[in-house]
């Protein structure tokens, strides 16, 4: 059996607390790995379609600037990643319709998303400050206001993960708020504001 995380239990948590029940809702999780959180958020939460972006390529942790992740290690093992991909890709199979899968860095991945449509968003890709900064500019925006930007590892304990509480926070201060974070899988939140800019169709902006 796939392993439950502490940090996926919280998000369903979330997902139930914070959007509706009935009602079908669109999320999406940015960096899947062998999509444990996917496979869980899916099968508690019926009612939710979830786009997985994942480029299942070593390629990001050959970046210096990554090599502090322990993905690092497989970082001359393509094999190890094919193999996570199909773990992955099984791990979500039985939701069929319900699960969108791009493969993809997601920086290109986010730029086939429209503005606003999702009801939530799981950032958990590579955690320097970079990457971290650029997950949170480019999927902020496809989250409509109130519904939820997430982010995983502010605050982890291991070295190297500070950048990630850095860029959270120097991002949010852009629009005066701070991160509600769980102190026990280390997943901060808060709820996408209304923004100031109108999206229409085709990220066109008033
Ligand atoms: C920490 S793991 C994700 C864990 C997963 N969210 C979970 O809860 O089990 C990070 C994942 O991000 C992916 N990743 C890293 N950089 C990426 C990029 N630039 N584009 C797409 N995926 C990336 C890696 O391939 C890896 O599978």
Not at 54 to 73: C, G, L, T, V, Y
Not at 91 to 106: L, M, P, S, T, Y
Not at 188 to 202: C, E, K, M, N
Request: proline share 6%; with cysteine; charged share 25%.
């Amino acid at each position: 059996m796939p392993e439950v995380y502490k940090h996926s239990r919280y998000l369903v948590e979330l997902v139930k607390q914070h959007l509706p029940l009935e009602s079908p809702i669109c999320g999406a999780e940015v960096g899947v790995w062998k999509a444990e959180t996917s496979r869980w958020l899916l099968s508690q939460c019926g009612n939710l379609s979830l786009t997985l972006i994942d480029q299942w390529s070593p390629e990001p942790f050959k970046i210096d600037r990554n090599k502090f992740s322990a993905m690092a290690k497989q970082n001359n093992r393509p094999d190890v990643w094919a193999a996570w991909e199909r773990e992955a890709r099984a791990n979500v199979a039985e939701f069929g319709e319900r699960v969108r899968i791009v493969k993809q860095d997601f920086r290109a991945a986010a730029e086939a998303i429209e503005p606003a449509s999702l009801d939530f968003v799981f950032l958990d890709a590579a955690h320097s400050y970079q990457d971290t900064m650029q997950q949170m500019l480019a999927y902020t925006l496809r989250v409509r206001p109130g519904g939820l930007v997430c982010v995983h590892d502010y605050g982890y304990p291991q070295p190297g993960y500070q950048v990630v509480s850095e860029a959270v926070d120097d991002f949010l201060r852009y629009f005066e708020m701070v991160p509600q974070v769980d102190p026990e899988s280390w997943v901060a939140w808060w709820i996408a504001p209304q923004w100031r800019i109108a999206w229409t169709r085709g990220a066109e902006r008033d």
